[in-house]
């Protein structure tokens, strides 16, 4: 409803864990950490055929399910019961997401955009911090560890991107974040050698799944995402040009100035109206 500001028409599905207790759902087993399979494949919590029942209704409805998935083997259950969906009601724009994304088969990413499903990133976690050393690199077979957070390989095969923190997980520090993305090295840990790096994108891509990416996961990009003539804004002055600043330090960057619209805010609109047609004008 016009000036409402809650929706209550996204479902959240927990289709499996995390990988540093070995509950995220993998194709394969984790390994004992001496590199022997231990059998264990991880959690799906909800078991795969019924969850395409479930999430078949709940499309059916006009929900959006937003899916926890964070091993390859919950990105294809999740896949799999869109699929099912969209096979049973046909295709609609309920733009289901799979949030988090941390080992996707290559299969599945081809999988992403025929059906409409939205890859939902945390870019902050693809770095080698003390979790991914410690809990994740020595529990992974090869095959499986180099399929960690293919964000390049996302974007190049088309998908729709949003980014999202996951706070109060991660931190809610954008910019730091999107460091991460252009580097796959930890601000806090710069260090280190990057993680996987050929899955490291542009700033650009990754400030656009933080804004447009993320107003199109949540039905707004009419209103929000992009600074236009008519649109609601939070527009923000940083303390440098962040094109300009080397990638490992993008991070470092301090919002000095925060424009914030309210929906009946004229006087505001106003001049967001008028900053959008005087950049229009300089391009």
Not at 4 to 11: E, V, Y
Not at 91 to 98: G, N
Not at 102 to 125: C, H, K, M, S
Not at 210 to 231: I, P, W, Y
Request: aromatic fraction near 6%; charged fraction near 20%; proline fraction near 5%.
């Amino acid at each position: 409803m016009p000036g409402s500001r809650l929706a209550g028409n996204t479902i959240k599905v927990m289709q499996d864990g995390v990988a540093e207790n070995y509950t995220a759902a993998m194709l394969d087993s984790y390994l004992d950490g001496h590199g022997h399979p231990t059998g264990n494949r991880g959690i799906s919590f909800v078991d795969p055929e019924a969850l395409k029942a479930h999430v078949t209704r709940l499309d059916a409805l006009g929900f959006q399910v937003h899916f926890h998935a964070l091993g390859d083997r919950a990105v294809r259950e999740a896949l799999d019961a869109v699929e099912a969906a969209r096979a049973a009601n046909g295709f609609s724009d309920t733009r289901p997401h799979l949030a988090h994304l941390q080992v996707v088969d290559p299969a599945e990413i081809r999988r992403f955009r025929p059906l409409g499903a939205i890859a939902n990133i945390q870019t902050y976690w693809a770095c080698n911090d003390g979790q991914m050393i410690d809990l994740t690199e020595p529990y992974l077979a090869p095959g499986r560890y180099r399929l960690q957070y293919p964000f390049r390989a996302l974007l190049r095969a088309g998908v729709t991107v949003a980014a999202g923190s996951d706070w109060t997980v991660s931190t809610p520090n954008v910019m730091a974040q999107a460091e991460v993305a252009v580097t796959r090295v930890s601000p806090e840990l710069r260090d280190r050698d990057p993680l996987l790096p050929d899955e490291a994108i542009t700033l650009t891509d990754v400030l656009g799944a933080f804004t447009a990416g993320s107003a199109f996961v949540s039905h707004l990009e009419g209103t929000s995402g992009t600074v236009e003539v008519g649109k609601a804004a939070d527009l923000v002055v940083l303390d440098r040009d962040v094109f300009a600043e080397a990638p490992g330090r993008i991070g470092d960057t301090r919002v000095l100035l925060t424009l914030r619209s309210e929906e009946h805010t004229s006087e505001l609109q106003s001049h967001l109206n008028l900053v959008c047609r005087l950049l229009l004008e300089k391009k």
